[in-house]
């Protein structure tokens, strides 16, 4: 771990949607940088480390929670969403009835996250396969985010790596804004070393399994 870095930081973000919107392809292409067109059910829950050194004095580890998104697994979201700081909805562009499904998880989350000083748990929207398709997007998706509190949405493709990186970095900010409001950038309680980082992966994969 470099020292010169003041403070650092654990952020989780939840990525969710209905089963097949390609989650586990987004997250793989945004922490490691592949993709696989192999399609494998994720059980229950999974998540991924990307570390983000933000500026010269803070660095932010995300854990990058894939949900599941069959409904067998509904009952256990409130266990995945616990501490989650921001959230990505996906719904693919290939199949118009996830599209749907999003407002299912908006309440989902609403009625499972409550976040310090009432602030909202911030969203984002990612329309993904715009690799595949570009002609099939639901009317007037601004108008939606701002209707339900959703910070943005972005045509992704986690083949061709498109906007990914960009839609993430606007939610990853507005967690940053929380959690500065918070008044938490100095508590010891965020602060966490690489060591920890890689014991709490090992125990998760073990758990999901």
Same mark, same amino acid.
């Given at each position: 771990?470099?020292?010169?870095?003041?403070?650092?930081?654990? =952020?989780? &973000?939840?990525?969710?949607?209905?089963?097949?919107?390609?989650?586990?392809? &987004?997250?793989?292409?945004?922490?490691?940088?592949?993709?696989?067109?192999?399609?494998?059910?994720?059980?229950?829950?999974? =998540?991924?480390?990307?570390?983000?050194?933000?500026?010269?004095?803070?660095? &932010?580890?995300?854990?990058?929670?894939?949900?599941?998104?069959?409904?067998?697994?509904?009952?256990?979201?409130?266990?995945?969403?616990?501490?989650?700081?921001? @959230?990505?909805?996906?719904?693919?562009?290939?199949?118009?009835?996830? =599209?749907?499904?999003?407002?299912?998880?908006?309440?989902?989350?609403?009625?499972?996250?409550?976040?310090?000083?009432?602030?909202?748990?911030?969203?984002?929207?990612? @329309?993904?396969?715009?690799?595949?398709?570009?002609?099939?997007?639901? %009317?007037?998706?601004?108008?939606?985010?701002? %209707?339900?509190?959703?910070?943005?949405?972005?045509?992704?493709?986690?083949?061709?790596?498109?906007?990914?990186?960009?839609?993430?970095?606007?939610?990853? %900010?507005? @967690?940053?804004?929380?959690?500065?409001?918070?008044?938490?950038?100095?508590?010891?309680?965020?602060?966490?070393?690489?060591?920890?980082?890689?014991?709490?992966?090992?125990?998760?994969? %073990?758990?999901?399994?």
């Amino acid at each position: 771990m470099d020292d010169s870095f003041k403070n650092e930081v654990l =952020f989780k &973000i939840l990525v969710i949607g209905d089963f097949g919107v390609g989650k586990t392809s &987004i997250i793989r292409r945004y922490a490691e940088g592949t993709f696989s067109p192999k399609y494998k059910i994720t059980i229950g829950a999974d =998540f991924a480390i990307k570390r983000l050194d933000w500026d010269e004095d803070l660095r &932010i580890n995300l854990q990058l929670w894939d949900i599941a998104g069959h409904e067998r697994f509904g009952s256990l979201t409130s266990v995945y969403y616990r501490y989650a700081v921001g @959230a990505a909805i996906v719904f693919d562009l290939t199949r118009p009835e996830t =599209f749907e499904s999003v407002t299912k998880w908006l309440n989902d989350l609403k009625d499972k996250i409550s976040l310090p000083k009432g602030q909202n748990l911030p969203v984002i929207l990612l @329309a993904n396969k715009a690799d595949i398709t570009t002609g099939s997007l639901p %009317q007037d998706l601004t108008m939606f985010c701002k %209707q339900h509190n959703i910070k943005c949405w972005h045509l992704t493709s986690a083949k061709e790596n498109i906007n990914i990186a960009k839609a993430m970095n606007i939610l990853v %900010q507005s @967690a940053l804004e929380n959690y500065h409001n918070n008044g938490h950038i100095d508590s010891d309680a965020v602060k966490i070393h690489e060591d920890q980082t890689k014991n709490n992966k090992k125990r998760c994969s %073990q758990c999901s399994r």
